[in-house]
């Protein structure tokens, strides 16, 4: 979910950077199929319920039952127990109580392996900074076949005075899709992506008069590291969390996308980057993190970096990318 959750924190980045008010719905196919299964939604058919349960952001749940009752031949009583769960939304942490409290949900194998990806993403959100723009949508479901996981929408969040002259749809959409890529060679290869909307997306900057840029992508500034004992954890999501703290504040930054990077690993990514920012597991137990200018010559007096308080972190980076 380390992708995943780096994708909806691009999301954020690049609407907060056009000052557009967006929500990020999301759902996972692999919980929607197993509230299928649990509420008796025969295999042949799974798909086309899909389809329908999509429509409910557009038209009543009434008219989403007839569908699935008249022209797809659902049983009404099946239809009633999609009903249940698929007109539930909310933020995250309250839709996974909602899904632990019901015992025949958890004991779907689906819906546990569904479930488990959804509390780790949580914390990822958190770490983030960003769970207040993501919505869980029990009744998103995407049409396209291949997504396996996490799938997602953005909404377009209009001002009041915007709200009469903008109506667009989804502005952008993604998910997980591990098996498609596999489908072209001989070896799975697991995927995530985000597609924007960029028509919409203009058009709404042209209905709020603003000026249209194009931004260069600029080289990456510091490269957020954690070493430790031969049996750390990798320190993932502190790496997340003081890496988010460098974007809120302005300042370009990477980490290594896997649990636990050796640190030789770490520091070949980082070429060309002038800045690390190392976390270890006594410095940061006392709040402190190490800024280290990548590059100075042996005996240098900062050539092992300096000790920072995490609050200041951002404040000393700006100074060292200043000199």
Partial sequence: MIADSEILRIIVEVFRALELNITIKMNHRRILDGFFVVAGVPEEKVRAISSAVDKLDKIPWAEVKKEMVE????????????????????????????????ATLCANESVKEGLADMELLATYLEAYGITSKVVFD???AR????????????????????????????????????????????????????????DRILSILRAQRKNESQAQAEPVEVYVMAFGSKD?????????????????????AEFMAKAKPKLPQQFKAAVNVPIAVILGEEELAGGKVRVKVLGLPDGHPEKEGVLVEKEALVAKVQERLQR
């Fill in 71 to 102: 022209e797809k031949g659902l049983l009404e009583e099946v239809a009633d127990r999609i009903g249940e769960y698929v007109q539930h939304s909310g933020n995250i942490d309250d839709m996974l109580r909602f899904i632990k409290s019901d």
């Fill in 138 to 140: 029990f009744a998103l």
């Fill in 143 to 198: 049409g396209l076949d291949y997504y396996t996981g996490l799938i997602y929408e953005i909404i377009y969040q209009p001002s009041a005075a915007d709200a009469g002259s903008i109506q667009v749809g989804s502005i952008g959409a993604g998910g997980r899709y591990d098996n498609l890529v596999g489908m072209y060679g001989k070896r799975t290869v697991p995927c995530a992506g985000i597609s924007f909307g960029v």
């Fill in 232 to 252: 750390f954890d990798g320190l993932l999501r502190e790496r997340m969390a003081v890496t988010a703290q460098l974007w809120d504040g302005g300042i370009r």
